[in-house]
């Protein structure tokens, strides 16, 4: 059900339905288990300086681990299956979202610090934005949201016809992706101006991700195919950056650090 890449390229992670995380060389031989969730393990994330692991899933706890083994925290709270467990970019924090319709923030040391509420059915996905000052979730009920770091809700967009199962920044944060039942992915600026439809999918859209430069999404589908699609940045940017201009210069909703997020672009 997922697997993760260390910071390094040293060692990967994988997790499944039988409930066993499994850590790998990137040759194939087999490190070591971690074995203490008692049911699917839906997501697994490793920390920036790959110092930690996280994993998430159907037994409701998000659970830390360090590359040994050794099982550092269990939290509890999530009152359904967790499917999606991220760090934030500093390593210092987790979001976890849930099929109990919750997103729940954690801090590394200190436990649960926010439970955000807001999604009308499960949440499928949740990521920080690059600059860690922001969080976006994906959910059944077939919204976007975004989020500040103290829980309150900042945005809602609305677009596909189905769940959403997946969100992912661009590298620079400049742009979202969103991949969804409705079995197309859409592209969206930070700020949430929609700004294109990519269909050919004959199945849902069950993930997506950009490369490492922005300039390419791939996404996997229940068709059984895997997609890449190329993105014509500048373009894309300018659109959006004409929509947004005024609010972007004006809005007293718009952090001084947002403000020149369009640069010279327009």
């Given at each position: 059900?997922?697997?993760?890449w260390?910071?390094h390229?040293?060692y990967?992670a994988?997790?499944?339905a039988?409930?066993i995380?499994?850590?790998?060389?990137?040759?194939?031989?087999?490190?070591?288990e971690?074995?203490?969730?008692q049911?699917a393990?839906?997501s697994?994330d490793?920390?920036p300086?790959?110092?930690?692991?996280?994993t998430a899933?159907a037994?409701?706890?998000?659970?830390?681990?360090r590359p040994?083994g050794?099982?550092l925290?269990?939290?509890?709270g999530?009152?359904?299956?967790v499917?999606?467990v991220?760090?934030s970019p500093d390593?210092?924090?987790l979001?976890?979202?849930?099929?109990?319709?919750?997103l729940?923030l954690?801090?590394?040391?200190d436990?649960?610090r926010q439970?955000?509420?807001?999604h009308?059915?499960?949440v499928?996905?949740?990521?920080?934005s690059?600059n860690?000052?922001?969080?976006?979730?994906?959910?059944?009920?077939?919204?976007?949201?975004?989020?500040?770091l103290s829980?309150?809700?900042?945005n809602?967009?609305?677009?596909?016809?189905d769940?959403?199962?997946?969100v992912?920044y661009?590298?620079?944060?400049h742009?979202?992706?969103?991949?969804?039942d409705?079995?197309t992915?859409?592209l969206?600026?930070?700020q949430?101006?929609?700004?294109?439809?990519f269909e050919?999918?004959?199945?849902i859209?069950?993930?997506?991700d950009f490369?490492?430069?922005?300039h390419?999404?791939?996404?996997a589908?229940a068709?059984?195919t895997?997609?890449?699609?190329n993105?014509?940045v500048?373009?894309?940017?300018?659109?959006?950056?004409?929509?947004?201009?005024?609010?972007?210069?004006?809005s007293?909703?718009?952090?001084e650090?947002?403000r020149?997020?369009?640069g010279?672009?327009?």
């Open positions: 059900y997922g697997v993760a260390s910071s390229g040293d990967l994988s997790a499944g039988d409930a995380v499994k850590l790998w060389t990137p040759t194939g031989q087999l490190l070591g971690l074995t203490d969730h049911d393990v839906w697994i490793i920390s300086d790959s110092r930690f692991i996280a899933g037994d409701r706890t998000v659970r830390l681990w040994d050794e099982l925290q269990t939290w509890r999530h009152q359904s299956t499917w999606n991220a760090f390593g210092q924090h979001i976890s979202a849930s099929e109990d319709s919750t729940r954690w801090h590394l040391t436990g649960l439970t955000l509420t807001g009308s059915g499960g499928w996905d949740a990521s920080f690059p860690g000052q922001h969080i976006v979730s994906a959910g059944s009920d077939s919204t976007l949201r975004f989020w500040s829980g309150q809700q900042q809602v967009l609305r677009g596909h016809r769940w959403v199962r997946s992912a661009s590298p620079d944060g742009l979202l992706a969103t991949a969804s409705d079995q992915l859409r969206w600026s930070a949430g101006e929609p700004l294109q439809t050919g999918h004959q199945g859209v069950w993930r997506v490369d490492s430069q922005g390419r999404l791939a996404t589908s068709d059984g895997v997609r890449i699609w993105l014509k500048e373009d894309l940017m300018q659109q959006g950056c004409q929509w947004l201009g005024d609010y972007l210069q004006y007293a909703a718009v952090s650090a947002d020149g997020a369009c010279d672009v327009r």
